[in-house]
């Protein structure tokens, strides 16, 4: 045991000691099979003028063998350290990356005018040319949400680094509040259960004095400020907005909504699916990076205040969902969006595309031409959450992983799932 462990262990920590610009650490546990690292990266912070310096970039690799397939996971926040379908069915190498101005990659010092997506693509490109030193097989790349946005944008600036690109939920947004989401809410599930989230909406206005003076002991226990948007009460008309998203997308049940006859539980359920918190500062300070990306470059979601419009105090037209930090300016474009899909549409190859029925993101998903070998699953009930390989009916996995066989010669171990 000791010669097979401390063999492998030598043989990487040699060859990471190799890579120019990297440090590493050593993470446990360990066994023969897998050898874990936290890596930091020297990049640039921008890579058209090095003369602006270098940030460090996190990065956490799984080591199983040189011989082995590599998965690039492109995150879209901070580190998302969690067990990967993908990575175990293909028993492949895992190269799990921290997106730029996120968790431990901040640029010190540094504004958001260097967190486009030209940049962070970029970050993905020099890990890719960095570790392709040490790995020859094939490579794929993943990403889920806003990492999967990362991935497909990834694919159309560096068609040549990967072999396959798997993104799943993954939207393309065409709007800082894109009208499909109000489509996709006007027919998701049934009609019953549509009129039962609008009702509960709609009480949660009405009641919105009382609901409020309960809340205020739950924001005064978190310790919940809510200067940006002005008020709590505005808050919470923006939480009751958003409810509909969050309930569809986290994957609820219209039987878990409350009888409208105890306040107390229509309370507890309204902060389960759509936390007032999440329109505090403390989250609006913490999202700061995320917002500016969609209010720049990748687009969002806004709410329709047309069904509760003599409910609503703060809200003559439909808001946006985007939060940009005061004192930051911030210009939507959608000429990149655009750009993608076009390419996506004529030259997007080998990208699997995965969705949730369910999932409220599903309104803006991408569909494939017939000029592309790509293909969406869109996984059947499922939500943003569930839209994954391993809740797939067994004919949809194998057609899955039939078509990474035939695109790269991998071969996937399906009962790793």
Not at 129 to 152: A, C, D, E, N, P
Not at 181 to 209: A, P
Request: charged content about 25%.
């Amino acid at each position: 045991m000791y010669s097979v462990l401390s063999q492998n262990r030598n043989t990487i920590e040699s060859a990471l000691g190799n890579l120019e610009g990297i440090t590493y650490k050593r993470m446990g546990p360990e066994d023969a099979s897998v050898h874990v690292y936290e890596l930091k990266i020297r990049q640039p912070i921008d890579h058209n003028d090095t003369l602006q310096g270098f940030f460090q970039q996190k990065v956490l690799l799984r080591h199983t063998s040189f011989d082995n397939p590599v998965l690039m996971s492109t995150q879209g926040y901070e580190m998302y350290a969690v067990s990967n379908e993908l990575e175990r069915i293909y028993n492949a190498n895992h190269i799990n990356i921290e997106h730029r101005f996120y968790g431990e990659s901040v640029p010190v010092g540094k504004g958001f005018e260097y967190l486009t997506l030209e940049q962070a693509t970029a970050d993905l490109h020099a890990v890719n040319r960095l570790f392709k030193k040490l790995y020859k097989g094939t490579w794929i790349s993943s990403g889920i949400s806003k990492g999967g946005q990362l991935t497909l944008f990834y694919k159309y600036f560096y068609p040549d680094d990967v072999s396959v690109s798997i993104p799943y939920v993954a939207p393309v947004n065409n709007d800082l509040k894109d009208k499909r989401v109000f489509r996709f809410l006007d027919t998701v599930g049934t009609k019953e259960c549509r009129s039962k989230i609008k009702e509960y909406q709609i009480y949660l206005l009405k009641n919105k004095s009382d609901i409020l003076n309960r809340l205020k002991w739950y924001a005064k226990g978190a310790r919940l400020a809510f200067d940006y948007l002005g008020s709590m009460e505005k808050a919470y008309e923006y939480a009751v907005l958003e409810y509909s998203f969050s309930f569809w997308q986290y994957g609820y049940s219209c039987n878990t909504i409350p009888e409208l006859n105890n306040i107390d539980r229509v309370t507890e359920h309204f902060l389960s699916v759509s936390d007032i918190a999440f329109y505090s500062d403390k989250s609006i300070k913490k999202y700061a990076p995320h917002y500016y990306q969609s209010a720049t470059q990748l687009g969002y979601y806004g709410y329709q205040i047309k069904p509760f419009r003599k409910y609503l105090d703060y809200f003559e037209s439909d808001p946006s969902a985007v939060f940009v930090p005061k004192g930051l300016e911030a210009s939507y474009s959608n000429e990149l969006n655009k750009q993608l899909l076009k390419w996506l549409h004529t030259d997007g190859n080998n990208i699997i595309y995965i969705y949730g029925g369910n999932d409220t993101w599903s309104a803006n998903m991408v569909e494939p031409s017939k000029k592309v070998n790509s293909k969406a699953f869109v996984i059947p009930d499922e939500d943003h959450f569930g839209a994954r390989i391993k809740n797939m009916s067994p004919r949809k996995k194998k057609e899955v992983v039939e078509l990474i066989e035939k695109w790269t010669g991998l071969r996937a171990d399906l009962s790793k799932l």
